[in-house]
């Protein structure tokens, strides 16, 4: 049994290789046509496509070009766009940039037509008044065109123009002008360059005043001393012609100056004691000038006199000569006499009571000088003071605009301490003369004092 499996396996395995091998044969064969049929395949269909290439070539090529060519047109129709849209954005800059042109000529001769009505000599108001009032309104006017508000302007150029050229070599014009009797009077006007002159019928002349008013008013010149020749100048004849180089400044000034009485009034209450102190010690330093000049002084040679009489044991002869000789310095003299024979110790005491006695008489009423010196300056910032606080006070009122409100507290603040120092230094020197001049007095009894003890003591 076993023997049969064994030889039945060998016989099927000797039978496997033989039946494999045609196998293999019968499905490389199948596939060698299926390659085969592939391949013909294969070149049929590189066949096809090399025939549909060059047209498909050709056909992408020209696509391409087409596009080229689109794109070619596009760019030129997108810069056409722009340079059209950038034309007429420099068209619309430009027409903006006109009409502020224009805009700004119309504020510029309207500006110009504002100042030349403020450069008008109110006698001229006649001639362009009208013509200012139209430029203005036209400027304003939001209803005309701006060539109607520039033909506006143009008128009151013209009329600039025109004035300038009458003025320039001198012009004469009738009008009326108010004078300085408060009349209105007719008259004629002589305007030379920024200058003008009025000579009325009557024979008033002068100058008229420059600003806004209505009516022009006449100023007199120097009390009329120019009256004459502004009416012959007026008349067409040769005058003589006062310029204000300053125009109309000096008459300004001149016409702020004010009397003493005035500028004191402007100083508020305190300037009164200050000026009462001023006349006070102006009359304490005259009469203590007077006093210290009249004081008597010794003639030359009075002490060696009285001593050389001492000296010889003849004490009524010395006592004669020293009542010859009046005044605090002879009354001290007098007493060293009276004293002469006693200690020279007691006569100087004797003496130097006599010198005490002196000194209050000839320093008496230089204190005075000297307090006004001290107080008048302390009154003028009492007065400052005050007038600083009615100036704060009008300011709380009025604000800081209105100068004129203010000037009264700032006339007082300054006024006051004006008048402290004019009435102080003075004083103060004063003081200082007098004072030395009592005490060099004071000195010179001192030094006869000293003088008759040693000549006492010489003696003795």
Do not use: C
Request: glycine fraction near 8%; hydrophobic fraction near 40%.
């Amino acid at each position: 049994m076993n023997k049969f499996s064994s030889l039945a396996a060998a016989l099927l395995v000797s039978a496997m290789p033989l039946m494999g091998q045609s196998a293999l044969d019968s499905a490389s064969a199948n596939a060698q046509k299926k390659l085969e049929a592939s391949l013909e395949k294969l070149s049929a269909l590189r066949e096809t496509i090399g025939a549909e290439k060059i047209p498909l070539t050709k056909e992408r090529d020209s696509l391409f070009a087409e596009l080229r060519d689109l794109r070619r047109e596009a760019n030129r129709a997108q810069r056409i766009s722009d340079n059209q849209s950038s034309d007429l954005s420099s068209f619309e800059d430009s027409i903006n940039a006109q009409d502020e042109m224009v805009d700004y000529l119309i504020n510029l001769s309207a500006e110009f037509g504002r100042t030349f009505g403020s450069q008008l000599d109110p006698s001229e108001y006649e001639f362009y008044g009208d013509k200012i009032t139209s430029s203005e309104i036209a400027a304003e006017d939001p209803h005309i065109s701006p060539v109607e508000k520039l033909e506006a302007q143009k008128t009151i150029l013209e009329a600039g123009l025109s004035r300038m050229e009458s003025l320039s070599g001198g012009a004469t014009y009738e009008g009326k002008a108010i004078t300085s009797d408060g009349l209105l009077e007719d008259g004629t006007f002589v305007r030379f360059g920024p200058i003008t002159y009025f000579a009325s019928e009557s024979g008033v002349a002068g100058l008229v005043e420059q600003g806004n008013s209505t009516e022009p008013l006449v100023l007199p010149i120097m009390k009329g001393e120019f009256d004459s020749g502004l009416i012959a100048l007026a008349s067409g004849q040769e005058g003589t012609l006062p310029i204000d180089a300053t125009l109309d400044n000096a008459m300004a000034i001149e016409a702020t100056k004010e009397t003493i009485g005035e500028h004191i009034g402007k100083g508020g209450i305190w300037v009164y004691p200050i000026l009462g102190f001023a006349f006070l010690s102006l009359a304490v330093a005259a009469f203590k000038a007077f006093e210290l000049m009249s004081l008597p002084k010794p003639k030359e040679g009075f002490l060696a006199e009285v001593l050389a009489k001492l000296a010889s044991k003849d004490k009524e002869g010395a006592a004669h000569v020293a009542n010859g000789t009046s005044g605090p310095m002879g009354k001290m003299i007098q007493q060293g006499v009276k004293y002469s024979d006693h200690n020279p110790e007691l006569v100087e005491e004797i003496l130097y009571e006599s010198m005490v006695e002196t000194q209050p008489k000839v320093m008496r009423l230089l204190p005075f000088i000297s307090v006004t010196a001290a107080v008048a300056p302390l009154l003028g910032l009492l007065g400052t003071v005050t007038g600083m606080i009615n100036t704060f006070n009008r300011i709380k009122i009025f604000g800081t605009g209105d100068a004129k409100s203010l000037s009264g507290g700032i006339s007082e603040a300054l006024i006051t301490t004006e008048f402290g120092l004019i009435v102080a230094i003075p004083a103060l020197l004063l003081y200082a003369i007098l004072s030395r001049k009592a005490k060099g007095y004071l000195s010179r009894m001192e030094k006869m004092s000293i003088s008759f003890v040693n000549g006492i003591k010489t003696i003795a």
